[in-house]
């Protein structure tokens, strides 16, 4: 009588490998991604390009209605700074490249605010709301940001606008409210100055 053979295991391995090999892959695309907006409201996470678009004043439309609760526990709008040029920074605590650019934002939001230009950032995909606030502190940014878990905020970005499809993404409202411009890419001080300025300026 031959021996009995133990039943192997190597389907189980392969299933737990291929599990453990789509985890890695989802956090690294989540790195340095954003939500693209789908109509049924999930989040595919795509790459940022790099672009820098910016509109003529005769082609801008509207930019959406932003509003609801802060990372600080209060409540804001993109249309209580209706006149002024208007900043969004798109962001999240986990995102590498959005730690890189939050000293530059904090820097340059305290320096326009003579220029009539507000920031106004909005944090996504942060689950728990004191993450954002500590990120928040530990780069020094003191402008308002909407805490918007679930990528709601951004889905009010009607398609063929320049709505955000990569994190980070920051967009320039003008003082008509029209969106003027948009960044794929995590921005410097240098970067900033120049796709604010020439708003600012406008008449």
């Not at 985890?23 to 999930?42: F, P």
């Not at 990569?166 to 948009?182: E, F, H, K, N």
Request: aromatic share 6%; glycine share 8%.
């Amino acid at each position: 009588m031959s021996p009995t053979r133990a039943p192997r295991r190597r389907p189980f391995r392969s299933a737990v490998a291929l599990v453990g090999a789509a985890v890695v892959a989802l956090t690294l695309a989540a790195c340095s991604s954003s939500s693209t907006g789908s109509d049924s409201g999930s989040s595919n996470f795509v790459s940022g390009s790099g672009a820098i678009n910016v509109i003529k004043a005769a082609d801008r439309k509207q930019a959406p209605e932003l509003s609801g609760k802060t990372i600080t526990g209060g409540q804001d709008s993109l249309a209580a700074y209706k006149g002024k040029v208007v900043v969004i920074n798109i962001w999240g605590s986990w995102c590498g490249p959005c730690r890189a650019e939050a000293p530059h934002l904090a820097k340059v939001s305290a320096a326009d605010q003579a220029k009539g230009v507000q920031f106004l950032g909005i944090n996504t995909r942060d689950l728990t709301v004191s993450n954002a606030a500590a990120f928040a502190k530990r780069y020094g940014i003191t402008y308002p940001n909407l805490f918007d878990p679930y990528g709601k905020q951004i889905l009010h970005f009607p398609k063929g606008s320049l709505n955000p499809q990569s994190l980070p993404a920051t967009l320039v409202v003008d003082r008509q409210g029209r969106l003027a411009a948009r960044a794929l890419k995590p921005l410097g001080e240098d970067d900033l100055n120049e796709l604010i300025d020439p708003i600012a300026a406008e008449k």
